[in-house]
């Protein structure tokens, strides 16, 4: 049974990077496709960015384009979401999830790390 765990969130000020990491256990990534998502309190969640492991160019939200950074390394069953010039807006819990296949849900959802953007 593959797990997901997100790992990099802290408190950064506007501006900064960071990068979060969702590393698979217990399986290896594979299927269709990986994504992130985030969470704000009392908000719904909302896409972030997605890589597809047959493609070359990844999805971004509108919000975090030519920000945000998307990139897999199967090799070590991570991948990773490069964060540049941080907003408070950007505040969220951040999560990762697979999709096995083009016509399924996102699922194995991992519990999320914390970013905080502070101004």
């Known amino acids: 049974q593959v797990q997901l765990v997100e790992s990099g969130g802290r408190l950064v000020q506007a501006g900064e990077s960071l990068t979060l990491a969702c590393t698979a256990s217990?399986?290896?990534?594979?299927?269709?496709?990986m994504g992130w998502f985030r969470q704000a309190p009392g908000s719904e969640r909302e896409f972030v960015a997605a890589?597809?492991?047959?493609?070359?160019?990844?999805h971004y939200a509108n919000s975090v384009k030519d920000r945000f950074t998307v990139s897999r390394d199967n090799a070590k069953n991570t991948m990773y979401l490069q964060m540049h010039n941080l907003r408070p807006e950007d505040t969220a819990a951040y999560y990762c999830?697979?999709?096995?296949?083009?016509?399924?849900?996102?699922?194995?959802w991992g519990r999320g790390t914390q970013v905080t953007v502070s101004s």
């Open positions: 890589v597809r492991w047959n493609e070359d160019a990844p």
């Open positions: 999830a697979q999709k096995v296949s083009p016509g399924s849900p996102y699922t194995d």
């Open positions: 217990g399986d290896t990534f594979s299927g269709y496709a």
